[in-house]
């Protein structure tokens, strides 16, 4: 813990999602976990109890609206309309992992656009603040009304690489044409070339390998995305690197959605590590040996500190290495 937070009007509330994560973010801020209950009717609804007084208070809730999705955005939709109830000041809710972002657009005809909808429904329930981290896509700050903090798992990502001295030789490599800019991002802490992988995907899911784009010939590979679900994609490329000559492939990522075969195709790959946050809570049986997890309590302690206390989060996009 980084000392006891003298500001009694902070509090911080931990939902089920991701209590581990809760916890860390609570200590790094200075703070102890709010007290609430969060149990069920017979019937599955949701029942929440706040069992200590926030009148006036300026309130952070952690709730990744990750698998089981829905449960996870009604709990924190009923979560902020209990505080807003109560007379809390300010309602900042932070989502490390945003549900439904992959649903931000219409692709076809007459198709929701979920993100916004989740979006309208925590704003209507009474949120002030949303702070999240990479989110699928940048434009879903714009489906809100209000503040949006939008954190970067790079510089952590980074930080990694760096400690390991796996920047070396190392060649950052986007797995589609859509995450060039996170590449570069993360190429540029690094001060390492990028790759692009260019593949045709014929259905949802699945992925076909079509072409590299730049050297990655006796070079360290560094996948990134933003998140890895069923890992088809990632683990096509990491083979493709291979084949095209890669000694080693890493593969990084913020949000380890991991569903389906994800964690069998990870395991058969040639994939030497994995980086992925804890914004998702990953149960035992979604842990092996090639998956390595960095904490992103810190930077959102940090965040909270400095959002109380009016100050800028714009520092908190750098790594600790980088030099002005």
């Known amino acids: 813990m980084s000392g006891q937070y003298t500001d009694s009007k902070l509090k911080i509330f931990a939902l089920n999602s991701n209590k581990p ?16 209950s969060v149990d069920r009717f017979s019937d599955g609804e ?4 706040i069992e200590e007084s926030i009148r006036g208070d300026e309130v952070f809730i952690v709730q990744s609206t990750s698998a089981p ?3 996870n955005l009604m709990e924190l939709l009923i979560m902020i309309d209990a505080l807003r109830r109560a007379s809390a000041d300010q309602i900042n809710v932070v989502i490390p992992y945003y549900g439904y972002a992959r649903q931000d657009r219409k692709a076809r005809s007459r198709e929701p656009i979920t993100a916004k909808l989740v979006a309208d429904m925590l704003e209507k329930a009474g949120a002030t603040r949303v702070i999240a981290l990479d989110l699928h896509a940048a434009q879903i700050q714009g489906f809100f009304d209000i503040p949006v903090d939008h954190l970067m798992g790079a ?6 690489f760096l400690t390991k001295g796996l920047d070396k030789d190392a060649v950052v490599v986007s797995p589609d044409h859509g995450g060039v800019t996170r590449a570069r991002k993360l190429a540029e802490f690094l001060k390492a070339p990028i790759a692009i992988i260019d593949k045709r995907r014929p259905k949802a899911n699945v992925a076909e390998i079509m072409n590299i784009i730049g050297s990655v010939d006796g070079k360290r590979c560094i996948l990134i995305d933003d998140m890895i679900d069923t890992a088809g994609t990632i683990t096509l490329a990491a083979q493709a690197l291979k084949d095209a000559g890669a000694t080693e492939v890493y593969v990084c990522a913020t949000h380890p959605v991991f569903s389906g075969p994800a964690i069998e195709r990870i395991e058969k790959s040639p994939i030497k590590e994995m980086i992925v946050t804890d914004s998702i809570n990953l149960p035992e049986e979604k842990k092996t040996e090639k998956i390595v997890q960095v904490s992103i309590g810190p930077l959102i302690g940090d965040a909270i500190k400095r959002i109380h206390e009016h100050k800028p989060v714009s520092p908190l996009f750098t790594n600790r290495f980088h030099k002005d």
């Open 46 to 49: 949701i029942r929440v109890n």
């Open 21 to 36: 994560l809760a916890q860390k973010i609570a200590d790094a801020v200075g703070v102890p976990l709010g007290k609430i």
């Open 155 to 160: 510089p952590l990502l980074a930080d990694y």
């Open 69 to 71: 999705v829905n449960d």
